[in-house]
């Protein structure tokens, strides 16, 4: 299992993916709108996922 | 993945080129592509003074970044000017984040609240209309910063927007059936009245994703929360639509800004008038008897 993080909404959950792209298109969100960070590295969405492993979502919107 | 150029892992894809990038050659290429676009576009001229506008958002503290380097090879002058709308909650976050960065880049800042020039908060003219609060905040944000470029004898004033952000205008404008706005692009009252100190926006063609990254890369100090009134906004709903979009088919919000980009001219020459009235009240430019400005604030 995967640890998804949304920083903005600080809200988390566990999922089962084996890489970024899979993650976004389980939870139905859009890459536009979202920076990857895999276990504190910035990453692209066809970066590799392992069991144990923590994603962060940095939303790319923000301001008004 | 590994990066295009060294085989170093990759922080971003651009599926435009089709390239990978590492963090030091995202920074190259994000930079590169900065300078070029300010020499190409001759967006600052040698030893002009130029206001930078900064919110504390990812987009102004990425500009005043870029052009405090750009200074290292180029002679101009540069001042920062701060808006505190006075919105609770979320303008303190940005205020705190924007004079951090701005110190740790040594550029001298000016802050005008909407407090001490209205006797207002933002939040108190909209406490009755929030669906109004992004017009209202606009036109008396704009109205300031022009004002404090001015007094600060500035001859350009840069802003952060994004190619996001200008994809979005488009769109707005055009659903709006707002054409005059749609047509008059950003420096149309610049050509009609010495009062309005040009505006530049360095950053049009970068896409807000790669600000968020070439910020977070370089660990500039940022804030990235969302304004309370963003809700009520059309523009959320339209970046969404363009996202969507962009994510079918990459490269639409480029193609969008460049081809409104190209026939800008003709909009220009078909539906803008050569000149325009002065606001009965306060002389600024107008296109009606009395500008938004003084409407919004019931003069």
New interface residues.
């Given amino acids: 299992m995967i640890k998804v993080v949304f920083?903005?909404d600080k809200k988390s959950l566990e999922i089962e993916a084996d890489n970024v792209s899979e993650v976004f298109s389980k939870l139905s969100i859009?890459?536009?709108?979202y920076?990857a960070?895999k276990n504190g590295?910035?990453?692209?969405?066809?970066?590799s996922l392992s069991k144990g492993d923590t994603l962060e979502l940095?939303?790319?919107?923000?301001?008004? | 993945?590994k990066c295009s150029r060294c085989r170093k892992?990759?922080?971003?894809?651009q599926r435009q080129s089709g390239q990978?990038y590492c963090?030091d050659h995202f920074n190259t290429h994000f930079i590169k592509k900065f300078m070029r676009g300010v020499r190409e576009e001759q967006l600052i001229k040698k030893n002009e003074k130029v206001a930078v506008a900064v919110?504390g958002?990812?987009?102004s503290i990425t500009l005043a970044y870029l052009l405090k380097k750009l200074q290292l090879r180029y002679p101009f002058q540069m001042e920062a000017i701060i808006i505190d709308e006075g919105i609770s909650g979320y303008r303190n976050l940005?205020l705190d984040a924007a004079k951090a960065q701005l110190e740790r880049l040594e550029i001298s800042y000016h802050i005008e609240s909407f407090k001490d020039n209205f006797d207002k908060t933002l939040d108190i003219f909209v406490e009755n209309n929030k669906e109004n609060a992004?017009s209202t905040?606009g036109v008396l944000r704009r109205y300031l910063l022009n004002k404090k470029a001015r007094e600060l004898s500035c001859t350009k004033l840069a802003t952060g927007h994004n190619l996001?952000d200008e994809g979005q205008s488009v769109i707005m404008n055009l659903m709006r059936g707002d054409i005059i706005r749609f047509s008059r692009g950003q420096n149309y009252y610049k050509k009609i009245s010495d009062k309005f100190v040009e505006r530049i926006k360095p950053l049009r063609y970068f896409l807000?994703?790669e600000i968020?990254?070439f910020a977070?890369?370089n660990k500039l100090i940022f804030?990235?929360?969302?304004?309370p009134?963003?809700v009520y906004?059309m523009?959320?709903e339209v970046?969404?639509f363009l996202?969507?979009m962009?994510?079918l088919r990459p490269t639409t919000k480029y193609s969008l800004l460049s081809g409104y980009d190209k026939i800008l001219p003709a909009l220009n020459k078909c539906f803008i008038p050569e000149s325009i009235g002065a606001c009965k009240i306060c002389g600024e430019p107008t296109m009606d008897g009395v500008c938004m400005g003084c409407k919004i604030l019931g003069k």
């Fill in positions: 920083l903005r859009l890459k536009e709108q920076v960070i590295k910035i990453v692209c969405e066809d970066e940095f939303t790319v919107a923000s301001g008004g | 993945m892992d990759a922080i971003y894809f990978y963090g919110s958002g990812k987009d940005t992004c905040c996001d807000e994703k968020v990254i977070l890369n804030d990235s929360s969302e304004c009134y963003a906004a523009r959320g970046g969404k996202d969507k962009e994510d």
